[in-house]
């Protein structure tokens, strides 16, 4: 069994600030703990507004807390973002993401993150990056 603590993960080298200040991200669960898919906990800062495009990643992101909006970029298509929220980027949509309100996020990644990715040019993450130990 795994157990850790979000508090305690975010005193650790699991918090990572992503160089251009829009978000962190808390790496609860990585690829090193053989579970198949990574867990995080991560905070869109107030005032963000950003493209994203996963291309070697599916991702699920719940929002926790706050307030924003995701849109697709291929159909311009704006979707809000709440506390009960759930979006699913199930074809690696490229998108944006605005963050009205500080929003508080669960986001799960498939295949799994090492621990030490942040968003290259392309707004992906690398399908190899440094892992995080512990």
Avoid at 48 to 55: L, N, R, S, V
Avoid at 89 to 108: G, P, Q, S, T, Y
Wanted: aromatic share 8%; net charge negative; proline share 4%.
């Amino acid at each position: 069994m795994i157990v850790r603590n979000l508090e305690e993960a975010e005193k650790s080298n699991r918090r990572i600030v992503s160089p251009d200040g829009n978000w962190e991200s808390t790496r609860m669960l990585l690829k090193g703990d053989k579970m198949g898919f990574s867990f995080h906990i991560t905070t869109i800062y107030a005032g963000a507004d950003f493209g994203i495009h996963y291309q070697n990643h599916l991702e699920s992101v719940y929002c926790i807390s706050g307030e924003g909006e995701v849109e697709t970029v291929a159909d311009g298509v704006v979707h809000p973002i709440k506390p009960g929220t759930l979006y699913i980027l199930d074809k690696n949509d490229k998108h944006i993401l605005r963050a009205f309100k500080e929003m508080k996020m669960a986001c799960v990644f498939n295949p799994p993150l090492s621990g030490k990715e942040v968003h290259n040019a392309e707004g992906a993450y690398e399908l190899e990056a440094e892992a995080v130990e512990g």
